[in-house]
């Protein structure tokens, strides 16, 4: 147990979005074992102590983040694979980076993020949102087991045949609801040589936003991307993506988008799975943040596509800036039904989310401008997207959070809650509750 005047308590007690980082735990159970965090429960309970479990560190809305007890699962961060079954069994608190070191030297991977420091944990009890998605399915879609401690401290192992209603609700649900999952057994795959790019437009946007919306759900599924707009006057739009094929074959895909406007910078490269993701990851120095996301069902119309602009080029600003993104989703996500797991939003078609950043340098009054700003470019976003929302990008101020982030799967997440949470020891502001 870390209590504030211990060693490296500081940077431990940190979360990764500034925003929350006033918020710091009057202790924290290191844990290292599935008894760890057995004991680090029931001292909690006994003690009538908040508590707040932490993997990664990575919530947008600082629920890892606690006055109380923070029951960090970090040190469990092992990776074994069985080269027989193709499984890999991960500790509660393996991150994106020791997916990377461990399945690059065996050829390997599930479907990752982009960011090293994001907690596998927070990733696919969310669903589980990245590049190979499409082709491969979410993070959440190749979970074969998981164990988790409940707050009786009973640990449980949970699988298609052992516990299924709470292995459905650990495929999407969310963190932080119905336990500390201690392990996580995943199906890998393996991976090859593929094409990643990189294009940034500088001009034309309003030509080239609409020609991506409607142009980019019709990729194969070996195809997958994310494009950012950022806000502010001067034009500029990324796209970033990777394909299981050659440079070739994503040139012939994006000629149409090429004659709608040529871009700028253009960099394709084909590599090594893993040194491909080198080229695709993005940096993890915490920031001060606030993300809200819609997911898009049908084609943003060329009226969608004028909203977004329109509200990017408003931007009031901020010392770190802003954008709009998109993730392309569809594929084998869409294959598996809306209820066959915990997440809902499988028929959408991309995932859109605004990001806003500042620094310690904004003031109050900068901050309030840029929240309005954003709240509303969020709402004027619903009748070009859907009022879904991805559990994993949590947002404090999404209103109708439960139904956004759950839809018609809430009922069942309730019961389950009802089942193996009864006291409601897991609670943060946004938890699935014991009722409706
Ligand atoms: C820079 C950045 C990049 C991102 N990129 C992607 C991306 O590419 N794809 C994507 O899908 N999402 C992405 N996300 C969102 C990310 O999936 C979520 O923020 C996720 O919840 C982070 O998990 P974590 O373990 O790092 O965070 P934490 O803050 O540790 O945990 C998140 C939630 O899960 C709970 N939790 C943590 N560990 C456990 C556990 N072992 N058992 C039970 N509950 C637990 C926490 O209490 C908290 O409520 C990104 C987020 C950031 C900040």
């Given amino acids: 147990m870390l209590r504030r005047d211990s060693f490296d308590f500081t940077r431990i007690a940190a979360p990764w979005n500034l925003r929350f980082a006033s918020v710091v735990p009057a202790g924290i159970a290191r844990c290292g074992s599935a008894d760890d965090v057995r004991t680090a429960l029931l001292w909690a309970e006994a003690n009538n102590v908040p508590l707040a479990i932490r993997s990664g560190g990575h919530s947008y809305a600082g629920f890892s983040t606690t006055a109380g007890l923070l029951i960090d699962v970090s040190p469990m961060s092992h990776v074994a694979f069985d080269g027989e079954s193709g499984r890999a069994r991960l500790g509660g608190g393996a991150r994106n980076t020791d997916v990377h070191a461990t399945f690059a030297r065996l050829g390997r991977s599930i479907t990752h993020g982009r960011c090293q420091g994001v907690g596998v944990a927070g990733l696919v009890l969310g669903g589980g949102v990245g590049f190979s998605q499409r082709l491969r399915g979410l993070t959440c879609d190749r979970l074969i087991e998981t164990e988790i401690v409940t707050a009786s401290g009973e640990l449980l192992r949970c699988s298609a045949e052992e516990n299924a209603d709470l292995f459905w609700a650990c495929r999407g649900g969310g963190g932080g609801n119905f336990g500390v999952n201690t392990s996580f057994t995943f199906d890998t795959f393996p991976v090859g040589v593929v094409t990643v790019f990189r294009l940034v437009w500088t001009s034309r946007l309003s030509d080239v936003l609409p020609a991506l919306l409607d142009h980019l759900p019709a990729m194969p599924d070996r195809f997958g991307c994310k494009f950012l707009v950022d806000a502010g006057q001067a034009e500029r739009l990324e796209l970033l993506g990777q394909f299981v094929g050659t440079e070739g074959e994503v040139t012939a895909l994006l000629a149409p988008l090429l004659r709608s406007a040529r871009p700028a910078q253009q960099?394709?490269?084909?590599?090594?799975y893993w040194d491909a993701q080198d080229f695709l990851s993005e940096d993890d120095t915490p920031e001060y943040v606030h993300e809200r996301s819609r997911y898009l069902y049908r084609i943003a119309s060329a009226e969608g596509a004028r909203t977004i602009l329109d509200y990017l080029r408003r931007f009031?600003?901020?010392?770190?800036?802003?954008?709009?993104?998109?993730?392309?989703?569809?594929?084998?996500?869409?294959?598996?039904?809306?209820?066959?797991?915990?997440?809902v939003h499988r028929q959408a078609l991309m995932l859109s989310s605004i990001e806003l950043n500042w620094t310690a340098d904004d003031d109050a009054a900068t901050l309030a401008r840029n929240e309005s700003w954003l709240a509303e470019f969020h709402a004027a976003m619903q009748p070009h997207a859907s009022a879904e929302c991805y559990q994993n990008f949590i947002d404090p101020a999404e209103t109708n959070y439960l139904r956004a982030y759950y839809g018609t799967n809430l009922e069942r997440l309730v019961e389950i809650k009802r089942?193996?949470?009864?006291?409601?020891?897991?609670r943060f502001a946004q938890s699935i509750p014991l009722s409706l």
């Fill in 316 to 343: 009031p600003g901020t010392h770190a800036g802003a954008n709009w993104k998109v993730f392309l989703a569809g594929g084998a996500v869409a294959k598996v039904a809306p209820d066959a797991t915990a997440f």
């Fill in 267 to 272: 960099d394709m490269r084909t590599l090594p």
């Fill in 419 to 426: 089942r193996y949470d009864p006291r409601n020891v897991f």
